[in-house]
């Protein structure tokens, strides 16, 4: 090699071995543009003398009392922006500063076993985040033609699921309940029994008493060792809960990426929603369908599209969704049963009859059911379907005594073996039933149901 070729290559190392420090030298050189807040109205906070991008954060305040907001609306010479805290204190004319860096938040699998917020900062007392990356905030989905196919199932060690309401690794599916009827609780049976490499749990809109109690008896130590929590609570900002739920998707990415097929919990996709909603009326937005504003409706299938299964890995999302006045037609559950791969009913009635987990098999439909069982299985589960279906549609008659038995052989099947149906669909909140246990409980229950065919 020559001189001048090996002059080169040692300035080219040199270069690279100082690139960090010249990056901060530069962003320390970098004037210092700040401008104003001009007022502060309700939710949100106009700012004049900053040139900014949606999406951007910028800071606001001195250094006494400062404040982290993002950009929601843009206009020649102001910004809207939403605070990522509390505006107590922050008065008009403060000084706002735009924050450069991109929006990103730490990820990987030095998160596993810990309670972030939704900026990715340790709730739990355990210290820093050593060995964390960054990943961004906002990340697109796969390509539709570059995702895998959802074809293996997924057990979540909930045998009413895992028969008749079949998962497969990165299929998307809701819990639609209303409140107090078992979401959380079902959650978190999910998050211990899952046969998924990671779980991520994004706990949004809840109440802060009940986090503590969901990490410690819910979700318990092994559960935990395993999974991500992301928490924001009722009283955050709503731009914090919406955040929460970006910072959750965004970390569940990351296990996808390594080749992980990692379970994306958010609890709830409502409360992200009432969020999107309280944002978009404090810029001006005109509220539409409920008073939900357009947005809403746009940011729902940008979120959940971006679980899935991606080239390697997957995410597999489930999104519990807190059905208003138990309308299941109301317009939040709505959209995303239209999104979701499937849903999963949760009934009242069962609830107040001690019946657990509350789900209403028949009302539930996973739609990729037929890609991630055999012909035998689906056998099992569209006969254990028919004779609760016949006995469904018969029982006001059972119940009056009109009903005469011979009529049906669906029906005298069902009435037989009621009991033990409900104990194969009812299981404690502690009980994990691994996949291949749960179908050979169903096998040797469908052979119970005496005469009737498969």
């Known amino acids: 090699m020559t001189t001048a070729g090996v002059t080169t290559d040692l300035a080219a190392g040199v270069r690279s071995l100082l690139r960090p420090q010249l990056d901060r030298a530069a962003a320390a050189a970098r004037p210092l543009v700040s401008g104003r807040v001009t007022s502060l109205v309700g939710l949100s906070v106009e700012v004049a003398g900053l040139d900014a991008a949606v999406g951007d954060t910028v800071l606001l305040g001195d250094a006494d009392r400062r404040t982290l907001a993002e950009v929601v609306a843009a206009a020649l010479g102001r910004l809207r922006c939403l605070p990522l ?25 030095a998160l596993l076993g810990r309670v972030v917020d939704a900026l990715g900062n340790p ?57 107090g009827v078992g979401k959380s609780s079902l959650l978190s049976m999910i998050a211990r029994g899952t046969s998924a490499d990671v779980s991520v749990l994004a706990l949004i809109g809840e109440r802060g008493r009940e986090v503590r109690e969901f990490l410690e008896d819910d979700l318990g130590p092994e559960g935990l060792a395993r999974s991500v929590v992301v928490v924001a609570t009722s009283d955050e900002a709503p731009a914090v809960r919406l955040r929460a739920a970006l910072t959750a998707t965004s970390i569940a990415e990351s296990f996808r990426d390594l080749g992980a097929d990692c379970v994306l919990m958010m609890d709830s ?22 008073g939900y504003p357009p947005s809403v409706f746009a ?45 999963v009913t949760l009934d009242r009635r069962l609830a107040t009859a001690g019946h657990f987990p509350t789900i209403d098999v028949l009302e539930s439909v996973s739609r990729v059911a037929s890609r991630v069982t055999t012909r035998e299985q689906r056998a099992l589960a569209t006969t254990l379907r028919r004779v609760m279906a016949a006995h ?47 179908w050979a409980r169903l096998e040797h229950l469908v052979a119970a149901l005496g005469g009737v065919r498969p």
């Open 299 to 343: 940011l729902m299938p940008r979120l959940l599209e971006r679980a899935g299964p991606g080239v390697t890995g997957s995410i597999t999302g489930i999104y519990t969704v807190l059905v208003d006045g138990d309308d299941h037609n109301e317009p939040i559950a709505d959209n995303a049963r239209s999104i979701l791969d499937g849903h």
């Open 85 to 109: 805290g509390h505006l107590t204190g922050l008065a008009a004319a403060a000084p706002a500063v735009r924050q450069h860096a991109a929006a990103t938040v730490p990820v990987g699998p």
């Open 269 to 290: 996709l409502t409360r992200v929603a009432m969020a999107q909603r309280e944002i978009g009326l404090s810029v001006g937005e005109p509220p539409a369908t409920r």
């Open 392 to 438: 469904r549609d018969a029982k006001e008659l059972i119940e009056v005594g009109a009903y005469v038995p011979g009529a049906n052989p669906d029906v005298d099947a069902a009435v037989a073996a009621l009991p033990a149906i409900n104990d194969f669909l009812r299981q404690d909140i502690e009980e994990i039933t691994p996949a291949p246990e749960a």
């Open 123 to 179: 709730l739990d007392g355990l210290g820093p985040l050593h060995g964390a990356t960054r990943g961004p905030l906002h990340a697109a989905p796969p390509a539709a033609l570059e995702r895998a196919r959802v074809d293996s199932p997924l057990g979540l060690g909930v045998r009413a699921l895992d028969t008749l309401v079949p998962a497969g690794r990165g299929q998307r599916f809701g819990i639609f309940a209303g409140s």
